[in-house]
């Protein structure tokens, strides 16, 4: 599994230090509105359980899954609600926790649900960001890293559902999906 990796960007204690510094800022920001947040399965649920262990104060959570890149590198533009929440948004402060905004497709589609479901507020924490892909405008409210261009996996992420144990984040070699 190691040696499909090109090289690592970001290492579990360099992550470890960032969602901290993530949960801190949340904290602050959320104190006294009891937020709903909401882990998009799968590739954010390393960051999830990391990150709401730094957010100290009361809070509940729930999880969504949803798909557009089945077995593909690219987006297939098509969000696919795999499984919904437990739980109604109505009058919640809902904080999204995504591993990392793309096209912005998968995030721009759930805001649309969320919203039409009458949330308070809908906040987006994404632990990695690559701006130069988006297809829809789309700005995270928190974020962890930006990214280059190239096909990353680790900590949560996968390609064609592997690579998602890995604890840091790295650049898969392109001869694995190519
Ligand atoms: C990945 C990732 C984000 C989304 C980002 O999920 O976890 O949810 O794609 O891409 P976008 O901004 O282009 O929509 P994926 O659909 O691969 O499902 P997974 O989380 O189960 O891996
Ligand atoms: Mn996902
Ligand atoms: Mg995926």
Avoid: W
């Avoid at 987006?75 to 739980?87: A, E, F, H, P």
């Amino acid at each position: 599994m190691l040696n499909d990796i090109e090289k690592v960007l970001y290492s579990e204690e360099d992550i470890r230090q960032k969602v901290k510094e993530l949960g801190e800022q949340l904290t602050k920001d959320f104190a006294g509105r009891n937020p709903l947040v909401i882990c998009i399965l799968k590739g954010a649920f390393i960051f999830m359980s990391d990150l709401v262990k730094e957010i100290k104060i009361p809070l509940e959570i729930d999880f969504m899954a949803v798909s557009s890149y089945g077995q593909s590198t690219k987006s297939s533009g098509v969000v696919k609600i795999i499984k919904d929440l437990d739980v109604s948004v109505e009058g919640r402060n809902v904080l999204i926790v995504e591993d990392i905004i793309d096209s912005g497709l998968t995030l721009s589609y759930l805001i649309d649900v969320l919203e039409h479901r009458n949330a308070a507020s809908v906040t987006v924490a994404t632990l990695f960001d690559k701006p130069a892909r988006r297809a829809v405008e789309l700005q995270p409210h928190y974020k962890g890293y930006t990214l280059p261009d190239e096909f990353v996996v680790g900590y949560g992420l996968d390609y064609a559902e592997k690579y998602r144990n890995l604890p840091f984040i790295g650049v898969l070699k392109p001869e694995v999906y190519s």
